[in-house]
Structure formats: structure tokens, C-alpha cells
């Protein structure tokens, strides 16, 4: 049976209001799409800029040869060393610490007076100027633990500085795992231990990563806190030691030293140098940190994500 | 209001089929009591419904029956809950060993983000079984036990997130039967999926009493009379009726119950 069309009195073309409000619409979308362009624009600049001026000085003599204090040639080869050395030797005290601090305040304490103090301390910890950490450390390890300049001091420092900033990351990680999981866990007769080691943390992988290669870029490219404490040079002989005791000049302290203090020739070549190489140690250790995040969640969740 | 009689004393039981006896249960959260003298025999390896309007407090009385007020700050639980005579509540009773014999499903599918093989097996793993050809046997029991075994056993290393909704209830099933419990609580298993999903997890219940004591709360007068043998209705913390599930639908002795179930209110 044919059926009859009656003619209606409203229509399905746009109307004046409906047209405004799809300007403003794409106007919008527009300008949100130039301010996230943006981003990348000055980010590809900068890396672009820093390339340009520093790819020349990428030479293996550079990247594996000894500082020199006065002459022009100077490499930097232990000053990489060390950057790497000390950001492992603060992820090794660092990752613990927060982590039990974290799950602790997340997952044990009872909403009050303590929590509120741990919680207050650690945000307090989170403003203290990484300058008044690094004098703090002279203070604390070169001076009353007479260690001199040291690779652990530095360390030691660059933990307090991302102790606060770590464990924030962690209770979030943590506050974002569905209470739902934690109750099926339990009501399978886990213990809270079992629960938080099995079900909360690996869930919480993903977070905690990021958090540490947020960490990780910091620890890289950290100065002031580590002139007064890890010193600013290298040991002489032997530069690739693991003694913690020993002084370490890291890559970015010798970027600050070179520019602001030292007589040598060379000091824009190696200011570019250093700094490019800095970007790539910081963009190396972003991806792998990314793979291996990526690998655990693998492993523990069976999906890749 | 009117004091209800002691509703349990209504059922004519058999002594040896009580397997989950509450006696007097309050539950209070802070000072506000949301259970208030609740008495109920569930019995063994029966289907037992918990119905009632929303916030009536069933959902409350199940969670009392596995110790999962522990949990919660603030909550109490007073009376006696007792498992084959023993008091759960009692100071030797352990709530890990409780949770190990009163397995629980949840309103919404709650798989861990691991693989569906490692969900099957999360109970016998933190329970201590370490062997793989044992877990393995358990896996596959328990998934075939939840009827999600054909359509799982070619992907068991795939993440549990990527199953549908049905299928990741059912993975929850699983995950509770493989412990072996003596008695499985559900809370409104089947209340967010679709009809096919709720008739296959209906079915399921319908099987597993022939191992498992059920107790499942459910928003659903249809579904309490479709699967379970016995119906508690509840209203406002309190238990009001009790009794076989066909007789309180077609012959309530409470006003209250036949005004719930007619969809007077609700």
C-alpha cells in the first residue's frame, strides 16, 4: 500500500541559529587545533635548532673522549657516563621509597592525622627550590659525612628533590584502580598484600611508568642541585667506575660549568654538543622506559596498551 | 509498623541442608543501621533469592554473608552468621578462609586486566597452588562450570577486557568457582547485560546448584521466580517474608510483600 507524504511546516535545512552555531563551532575547533599544532611546532623548532647547531660536534672523540679543562677538544664521554650512573643510583633509592610510601598512604592508612602529616610533608618536600636541596646536600654529605663530591651524595640529593613529585604519581596510579578490583580480589580470599601485589600495582604499571620517565627527564637535566654535591668534574682515572664515592659531573652540570665558568677555547661547540646529546640520552631513555612499560602491561594484563 | 513474625521458623527444614544460617543480623553504617534483625536460612545447594525496592538493603545483608564489611570503614555487622554451625563472625573465623568457601560475583563484571586464563586461575594461585598442569585443570573446569569454555578456550592468553560484558560475568563465575566454594553470592549478576547475556547467566545459576549453595540478590521479580527456590523479600533493612519461591509469589502472607510483587511499589 502506497503511503502519502503530507507536506510539513518545519523544514530540515539549517536554520540562521543552527548555522551560527556551527561557526562557532569550527571556530572553536579551529583555534583549539592551532594551540595543540603549536606544540609540536616549537618542539620541532627547538630540536631542529638544537641539531643544526650541535650535529657538528657529534664526533666520537666528543662523545668518548675526556673534558678538558683549558684547551679546545674536549669530549664528554664520562660526563654521559655519569648522568646515566647517578639517574640509576636515584631510581634505585627513589622507586622503592615512593612507591612504599605510596601504596602505604593509598592503600593502609586510615584518613587522618598521620596521613594529613606524610601527605603535608611531601608537598612541602615538592616547593623546596632543587638549589636549597643541593646546598642541603653539601651541607648533609660532603660536609658532616666528610664524602666529599660524590656520584651517591648526588644521588642521594636528586631523591629528595623527586621523592615528593614520585609519590604523588603513585597514589594517583593507585586511586585509579577501581575499587571493584580490589573487593574481587578480596572476595576471592586475597590477602591485602596479595591484592596489592597481584591486582593494584600491575594495574597501575602504566601511570607508574610514565611517572618515572617524567622523573628521569628531570633527574637528566637536574644542575643545581648536584654542583655542590656531585661535584664538577670527572675522575681522572677511571671515569667508567661504578664507586659510588667517586666524583660525577653529569652531563648537564657540565653544559652549566662549561658556559659559566671554565677558560676552555672550545665552549660553544661543546655547549651544542652537550646539549644535543642530552636531548637524545633524555629521548633514548623515554622510549625504552615506554617499550619496557609497554612490555610489563603485556606481561601482566595481556594486552598491549 | 507492624513487627514481622520470625520468618524463618516458616520454612520446614531439614537440619542437614542449612548450610548458611543468619540469625538476628544488624548491620550498621557509622550509627546508621541498615539491616536491622534480619534472619534468614539459606539452604544447601538451593537457589536463595533476596528481593526488595532499592536500597531496602539486601545487597548489605549479602555482603554480610562473606565478611565483605571488613572492608568498608565505619561498617558493623552484629548477630551470628553461621556456616555449617560455625559462627563466621565467631573470634576464631578467619575471613580468608570464609572468602575461600563463599565465593562472590558482582553486580558489574570486575575481571582483573590480566589474561581470561589468568583470571580463571587467581583464586587457586593466591590460595597457593603453584603447579601449571593442575592450574591448567582448573582453568578449564571452572570455565567450562561458567559455560564460557568454547568461546574462550582458543584466546585463554587474550586479555579478559577484550570479552563482552556476558561473557566477562561469566568470566567472574569462573573465577569464583574455581575455588571450589560452598556457596556462591551473586549481587544482580545479570542486572547490566542484555536479555541474551541474562538468560545464559540464568541457566548457569540453574547448574550450578547442583555442586554450589546460591544466593542472589536481583532486581528482577521475574528472575527470582524463574531460578530460585526460596525468596526473602526485604523492605527497609528489615527481612519481611520469607519462604518457597512460588508460594510467596502466588500466596504472600505479608501485606507489604503482595503490594511489592503486585507493583504497588518499588
Known sequence: MALTTVPSARSVAATANVRA???????????????????????AAFIGYMIYLGWSALTPSFIFGMPKEREAGGGVGPEIYNSFYILILTLIF???????????????????????????????????????????????????FHWRYTALGGALTLTLLNLPALLRVTQEALSSVPDTLREASMALGGTKWQTITRVVLPSAIGRLTTGVVLIA????????????????????????????????????????????????????????????????????????????????????????? | MIQSPPVTAEIPLDTATEKLVATDVDVFYGSFQAIKKASLTMRGQHVTALIGPSGCGKTT?????????????????????????????GPDADPVVIRHRIGMVFQRANPFPKTIYENAVYGPRIHGERDKRVLDEIAERALRQAALWDEVKDRLNRSALDLSGGQQQRLCIARAV???????????????????????????????????????????????????????????GEIVEVGPTNQI????????????????FG
Open chain 2, 61 to 89: 545483608f549479602l555482603r554480610a554473608l562473606n565478611r565483605m564489611h571488613d572492608l568498608t570503614p565505619g561498617a558493623r555487622v552484629e548477630g551470628s552468621i553461621l556456616l555449617d554451625g560455625e559462627d563466621i563472625y
Open chain 2, 178 to 236: 574455581a575455588l571450589n566454594p560452598e556457596v556462591i553470592l551473586m549481587d544482580e549478576p545479570a542486572s547490566a547485560l542484555d536479555p541474551i547475556a541474562t538468560s545464559k547467566i540464568e541457566d548457569l545459576i540453574g547448574q550450578l546448584t547442583e555442586q554450589f549453595t546460591v544466593v542472589i540478590v536481583t532486581h528482577s521479580m521475574q528472575q527470582a521466580a524463574r531460578i530460585s527456590d526460596f525468596t526473602a523479600f526485604f523492605h527497609i
Open chain 1, 21 to 43: 552555531r556551527k561557526i562557532v563551532d569550527y571556530v572553536a575547533t579551529t583555534v583549539l587545533w592551532v594551540m595543540a599544532t603549536s606544540i609540536i611546532v616549537v618542539l
Open chain 1, 217 to 305: 627527564g628531570r633527574i637528566y637535566g637536574e644542575t643545581a642541585a648536584l654542583i655542590f654535591t656531585a661535584g664538577l668534574s670527572v675522575t681522572v682515572n677511571s671515569p667508567y667506575d661504578l664507586n659510588p664515592f667517586h666524583t660525577a659531573e653529569t652531563l648537564a652540570v657540565h653544559l652549566w660549568y662549561t658556559h659559566s665558568e671554565s677558560s676552555v677555547a672550545d665552549v660553544e661547540r661543546i655547549g651544542n654538543g652537550s646539549a644535543l646529546v642530552l636531548l637524545i640520552m633524555v629521548l633514548i631513555f623515554n622510549v625504552a622506559a615506554r617499550v619496557a612499560g609497554r612490555a610489563l602491561t603485556k606481561r601482566f594484563t595481556g594486552r598491549a596498551s
Open chain 1, 94 to 144: 627513589t622507586i622503592p621509597i615512593a612507591i612504599s610510601a605510596g601504596v602505604y598512604l593509598q592503600e593502609y592508612a586510615r584518613r587522618g592525622k598521620f596521613r594529613e602529616i606524610v601527605q603535608f610533608s611531601a608537598e612541602s618536600l615538592a616547593t623546596v627550590p632543587s638549589i636549597v636541596m643541593g646546598l642541603f646536600g653539601l651541607l648533609v654529605f660532603v660536609y658532616t
Open chain 2, 249 to 264: 509469589f502466588t500466596h504472600p502472607k505479608e501485606k507489604r510483600t503482595e503490594d511489592y510483587i503486585t507493583g504497588r
